[in-house]
C-alpha cells in the first residue's frame, strides 16, 4: 500500500512536471506558442517522460532488489549456531519466522531473543530502505526535470521525442503477450526439467499407476514408482469424449437450426440464450454437476439397477459438454454462414429439399471449419478445471467405464498444489510435469484447428 | 410443407421444390419419394429446434435448481431470549467497567442461560444440555458482546436478546427437513423439534432478512458467513486486472493495428496472441505460482498476484476486441486527419482511438466478467485460503466471489448449500449485470460507416 502513494506521488510529480515543461515551452518562445517546433502539450509531455521514467524505473529495480539486500544484511547478522548447516529450505523457514515477527504475526519462534532482534533490524532497515529510496525516486526525477528543463527551447523537437518514446512503449505492450508464453514455457520447462531428474521421463508418460502421495515420505522404498500418468490422461479423454457426444450433436444442430432455419425473431432469442450458456462460470457448472447432476445419474443408476459412482465420470462429463454446447454451435454457425450462397442455390436449383442441401452440401463444404470447432472444443474440454474438480474424482482409477469415477490431468494440477507444498518434493513438481503436458496438447489442438479454419477460409474467399 | 420450408429467411424459396400450382395430370419421377422426403424434412428440422430446445431447457434446469436451493439463504430464523448481563461475569469488582473485562467475558453462557430458562426442565443431564444449546448459534456471543461494548449500562440488566438459530435449526425452520423422516434419519431429533415447536408457538422465533450474509466475510458457521470478503476481494483483483490489462491490451492493440510494420516479428505476436487466448486457464495459474510468487515474491492469497493473473489471461480478449474496433473505423478519417497535417499518433490518439472507444471498451467489459468468473488458476496462488477478514489492501489475503464458491461448496454442512447457491445467485448477478452495461454501450454508441 505505501508503495502505491509512492507510485501516486510519482506520477503527480511527473503531472506537475508536465504543467512546469509547458509553460517554460511557451515562456522560452516569449509567449508565441507558434513559434515552437511542437505544441506546447509535447514540451510538457517530454518534462513528465523524464521524470516519470527514470524514477518509476528505478522504483522498481528498488523493489525488486531490496528484499535480497536487507534479508541477507539480518540473516548474515544472526549468531553463526542459528544459520550454520542450515538447508536451504530450513533458512527459508527461519527467514520466514523472522518476517512474521517483524510484522506482528504469530510465529514459532516469537520468543527467541536472536529472533526479536532480527525482525527489529529487518523492520529498521526496511522503514531506512524506504525513506532511502523515496529520496533517490524524487532525486532522479528532479534531475530528470532539470535536464529537460535545460534542453526546452523553441527549436527542440519535442513532439518526435515524445512520440519515439511512445512507440517504444507500445511495442513493449505488444510484446508483453510474447513474454507471458516465454513465461509459461519456461517455467513450466524448468520445474518439469527438475521433476523428471527425480522421475525418469518415460516412467511418467507411460506408467499405469498414479499415487503421488507416497513421495511425500521420500525414504519409502518404491516411493518413485508411483508417478504414471496414463490414468490421468485415460480419464481425461474419457470425460472429454463423453463432453463431446453431448456437445457435438447438440451444438451442431443447433448451428444448423439457427444458421438455416430459425427467422429473425427466433435467432434473437435463441442466440443470447446460447451466450448466457457460455457465460455462467464454471465453477457454478461444476455446483450444479456435484450437487444435481450426479444425484441424479446415481438414483436413475440405482433405479434400474447398475451401480454409479457419486463422482461418475458420466456426471463431470456431461455438465461439461453442456458448458460446450454454445462454443460448438457459435464456431458452427460462423462456419455454416460463412458457406456461399450459390452453392445452396444450386443444390436447390436441382431439386433438393433444405435438409438435403445440408446433408449433402453445405455441412461437406463446411466440414473443415466444423472440424476446426469441434478440436477447439476439444481443446477446451481437455483443459477445463472447475467442473472436474468438483464433480469428478480423486482416485486414479484405470477404466474407461464412465459410470466409475476417473480423475483428470487437471484435478491432478489442483490437488497436488492446493495447500501446503514445499517445492523440492516430486509431488509438488509433477504438477508442473501435468501442466506441461496440458499445455503442449491443448496448444497442437488449436494450431491444428486454427490451421484447419484458416484453410477453409481461403477456400471459399 | 412447402410453405414451412419457404417462411424461413435468409435464404430465397428454394426453387426445388415443386411449385404448387403443377397440374396433377403429369406424374413426376420423384412423385413417390416426395412424401418420405418431406417427413425426413420435417424430422431434420425438428431435431434443430430440439437441439435448440434442449440448450434452453438444460438452462432453465441449472438456473431454477440454483434459484430453488438458494433463494432461503437470504433470511434467517432467529429467537428472542431473555437475556442476563451478569454483573458478577462482566464487572467482578463492582469497580469502573473494564473494556478488557467486556471483551474476555463469556457471553455465550449468558445466552444458553437465557435458552434454560425457556426450557427449566430441558437441562437435566450434560447431552440433553448440550443438544438445547445446539439450538442456537454457537456465535451468537459476539452480538451480545457488541451490545455491551456500545452501551455498558447494560450490565446487570435483563434484556430481550434476538439471536441467530444454528444452521441445523434454521435448515428445519426453513423446511428442509423433512420431519416426517425416522429420526435416525435426519440431522435435527424429536426433541430439538419439540423445543422449537414450543418455542415457536411463544411467538419467540421470527425470520428476518440476513444482512449478515451481505456485511460479513467467511466462517466456519454457516449461519455467520458471508460473502462481503470475497465481494471485496473480487473489487480489488478486478481493479488490478483492469488496470493492467485495459491499458496494456489497448497499447498492444493499437501498436498491431495502427502501427507495426507486417513482418515476421508481428506475425508471431499475432499468432502468440490468438493461443493464449486458448490457453487453459489452469496453465496461468501455474505461471502465477511459478513466476509471481516464488520467482517476484508477491505475497500469497493476496488480490496483487490474482489480479496480475488474471490480467494476463484476459490481454488476448481485450486486444482482440480492440483490433476489430479498431479495424472497424473507416480510413477515410485516418487520411484526411493525415491530410491536415496530424502525425500517425495523433491520428491514432485523437481520432482513432476515441472512434474504437465504445467497442474497446464493450470488449474489456467482456474481459471483465470472465475474470470474475474465474477460478481455477486464482486456486494455484493461495486464493483458496479459509480467510475471515475482510481484506483492506491489494496485498492482504482475500478470496473472490467464485473461489467463495468452490469454498463454501465443498463444506460439509447442509446449511452451506443454500449459502453457496445464494453466492452464485449474486455472483450471476454481477455478471448479468456487467454484461447488460456491454450491450447498452454497444447499442448506444454502434455506428455504421
Not at chain 2, 495459474?285 to 513466476?291: C, D, H, I, Y
Request: hydrophobic content about 50%; charged content about 15%; cysteine-free.
Amino acid at each position: 500500500m505505501q508503495t502505491f502513494i509512492v507510485v501516486l506521488a510519482l506520477l503527480g510529480f511527473a503531472a506537475v512536471g508536465y504543467t512546469m515543461g509547458r509553460a517554460r515551452a511557451v515562456m522560452t518562445a516569449g509567449g508565441m506558442p507558434k513559434d515552437l517546433h511542437s505544441l506546447p502539450s509535447y514540451y510538457g509531455s517530454y518534462t513528465a517522460i523524464w521524470i516519470g521514467i527514470p524514477s518509476l524505473l528505478l522504483l522498481a529495480v528498488w523493489l525488486i532488489i531490496q528484499p535480497q539486500i536487507i534479508e541477507s544484511v539480518v540473516m548474515g547478522g544472526l549468531p553463526a549456531a542459528m544459520t550454520e548447516g542450515l538447508s536451504s529450505s530450513e533458512y527459508g523457514l527461519l527467514l520466514n519466522d523472522i518476517r512474521n515477527v517483524a510484522s506482528g504475526n504469530i510465529s514459532s519462534r516469537a520468543n527467541d531473543p536472536a529472533i526479536e532482534a532480527a525482525a527489529s533490524q529487518l523492520t529498521s532497515l526496511r522503514d531506512t530502505s524506504f525513506i532511502l529510496m523515496i529520496v533517490a525516486t524524487f532525486g532522479i526525477g528532479a534531475g530528470g526535470l532539470a535536464y529537460a528543463r535545460n534542453r526546452i527551447n523553441p527549436s527542440l523537437r519535442a513532439r518526435n521525442t515524445v512520440e519515439k518514446v511512445v512507440n517504444v512503449v507500445l511495442i513493449i505492450s505488444s510484446l508483453i503477450a510474447i513474454l507471458t508464453t516465454v513465461g509459461i514455457v519456461l517455467s513450466l520447462l524448468f520445474e518439469s526439467f527438475i521433476f523428471f531428474t527425480k522421475v525418469p521421463f518415460y516412467e511418467f508418460l507411460f506408467g499405469l499407476n498414479w499415487s503421488p502421495q507416497t513421495a511425500l515420505r521420500a525414504d519409502q522404498v518404491g516411493s518413485s514408482g508411483a508417478f504414471g500418468a496414463v490414468p490421468l490422461f485415460v480419464g481425461t479423454l474419457l470425460i472429454t469424449f463423453i463432453a463431446m457426444v453431448v456437445a457435438a450433436p447438440i451444438g451442431l444442430m443447433s448451428a444448423i437450426y439457427m444458421a438455416e432455419y430459425a427467422d429473425p425473431r427466433f435467432r434473437a432469442f435463441a442466440k443470447p440464450m446460447l451466450e448466457v450458456l457460455a457465460g455462467i462460470p464454471t465453477v457454478v457448472y461444476g455446483f450444479f454437476a456435484a450437487l444435481t447432476v450426479a444425484p441424479f445419474f446415481r438414483n436413475v443408476g440405482e433405479g434400474i439397477g447398475l451401480d454409479v459412482s457419486s463422482e461418475s465420470a458420466l456426471a463431470a462429463g456431461v455438465v461439461m459438454g453442456i458448458m460446450i454446447i454454445p462454443f460448438v454451435s457459435s464456431l458452427s454457425d460462423d462456419v455454416i454462414n460463412a458457406v456461399p450462397q450459390s452453392l445452396r442455390d444450386g443444390s436447390y436449383g436441382l431439386g433438393a429439399t433444405k435438409s438435403e442441401t445440408i446433408r449433402s452440401v453445405i455441412v461437406p463444404a463446411a466440414l473443415p471449419g466444423i472440424v476446426g470447432a469441434l478440436l477447439l472444443a476439444v481443446s477446451r474440454a481437455i483443459g477445463e478445471t472447475m467442473i472436474v474438480v468438483m464433480a469428478a474424482g480423486l482416485a486414479a482409477n484405470l477404466t474407461v467405464n464412465p459410470l466409475e469415477a476417473v480423475t483428470t490431468v487437471t484435478v491432478q494440477i489442483v490437488t497436488l498444489l492446493v495447500g501446503d507444498q514445499e517445492f523440492d518434493s516430486a509431488k509438488t513438481l509433477s504438477a508442473f510435469a501435468l501442466g506441461l503436458v496440458l499445455f503442449f496438447i491443448t496448444l497442437a489442438l488449436n494450431v491444428i484447428a486454427l490451421s484447419v479454419v484458416r484453410k477453409y477460409r481461403e477456400k471459399y474467399d | 410443407m412447402t410453405d414451412t420450408i419457404s417462411t424461413s429467411p435468409g435464404s430465397p424459396p428454394p426453387s426445388g421444390t415443386p411449385p404448387q400450382g403443377r397440374p396433377a395430370s403429369r406424374p413426376l419421377l420423384v412423385s413417390p419419394h416426395l412424401a418420405k422426403r418431406y417427413s425426413r424434412e420435417r424430422t431434420f428440422r425438428l431435431l434443430g429446434l430440439a437441439s435448440v430446445g434442449a440448450a434452453g431447457i438444460i438452462l432453465l434446469i441449472l438456473l431454477g435448481s440454483i434459484v430453488s436451493k438458494g433463494y432461503s439463504a437470504f433470511w434467517q430464523h432467529e429467537v428472542d431470549l431473555q437475556v442476563t448481563f451478569s454483573a458478577e461475569e462482566l464487572n467482578p469488582d463492582g469497580g469502573p467497567v473494564e473494556i478488557e473485562t467486556l471483551q474476555r467475558a463469556n457471553y455465550l453462557d449468558m445466552v444458553r442461560d437465557g435458552l434454560r430458562r425457556e426450557f427449566p426442565d430441558a437441562a437435566q443431564d450434560r447431552r440433553e444440555r448440550r443438544m438445547l444449546y445446539g439450538l442456537i448459534s454457537p456465535n451468537a456471543d459476539i452480538r451480545l458482546r457488541s451490545m455491551v461494548l456500545e452501551d455498558p449500562s447494560l450490565i446487570g440488566t435483563t434484556q430481550t436478546v434476538r439471536v441467530k438459530m444454528s444452521d441445523d435449526m434454521d435448515t428445519f425452520a426453513k423446511g428442509f427437513i423433512d420431519r416426517d423422516l425416522p429420526e435416525g434419519d435426519r440431522r435435527v431429533k424429536d426433541r430439538e423439534i419439540g423445543w422449537f415447536d414450543q418455542l415457536d408457538s411463544k411467538g419467540l422465533v421470527h425470520a428476518t432478512f440476513n444482512v449478515d450474509f451481505f456485511t460479513t466475510g467467511d466462517s466456519r458457521e454457516p449461519e455467520e458467513a458471508g460473502i462481503y470478503g470475497a465481494l471485496i476481494g473480487s473489487i480489488l483483483t478486478l481493479t488490478v486486472t483492469l488496470l493492467v490489462s485495459f491499458p496494456v491490451g489497448v497499447m498492444a492493440a493499437a501498436y498491431l493495428e495502427e502501427f507495426a510494420p507486417k513482418n515476421r516479428f508481428t506475425d508471431l505476436i499475432e499468432v502468440n496472441i490468438n493461443n493464449l487466448a486458448a490457453v487453459p486457464s489452469i496453465v496461468f495459474g501455474l505461471l502465477g505460482l511459478a513466476v509471481f510468487l516464488n520467482f517476484f515474491g508477491l505475497p500469497r492469497s493476496a488480490p496483487l498476484a490474482g489480479g496480475l493473473v488474471l490480467a494476463l489471461m484476459t490481454l488476448p480478449t481485450i486486444i482482440i476486441a480492440s483490433r476489430s474496433a479498431l479495424k472497424a473505423v473507416p480510413p477515410s478519417i485516418r487520411e484526411a486527419a493525415l491530410g491536415l497535417g496530424a502525425s500517425p499518433l495523433q491520428v491514432v490518439t485523437h481520432h482513432v482511438l476515441p472512434l474504437a472507444m465504445p467497442g474497446i471498451l464493450t470488449g474489456t467489459i467482456i474481459g471483465m466478467a470472465q475474470a470474475l468468473g474465474e477460478t481455477a488458476p486464482l486456486l494455484m496462488i493461495g486464493m483458496v485460503a479459509f480467510i475471515v477478514d475482510v481484506p483492506q489492501g491489494f496485498t492482504d489475503p482475500a478470496t473472490v466471489l467464485p473461489v467463495q464458491v468452490y469454498i463454501w461448496a465443498d463444506s460439509p454442512e447442509r446449511a452451506f448449500v443454500e449459502k453457496t447457491s445464494a453466492a452464485i445467485m449474486v455472483l450471476l448477478g454481477f455478471l448479468v449485470l456487467m454484461n447488460a452495461v456491454a450491450v447498452l454501450l454497444r447499442k448506444r454508441f454502434e455506428r455504421r460507416w
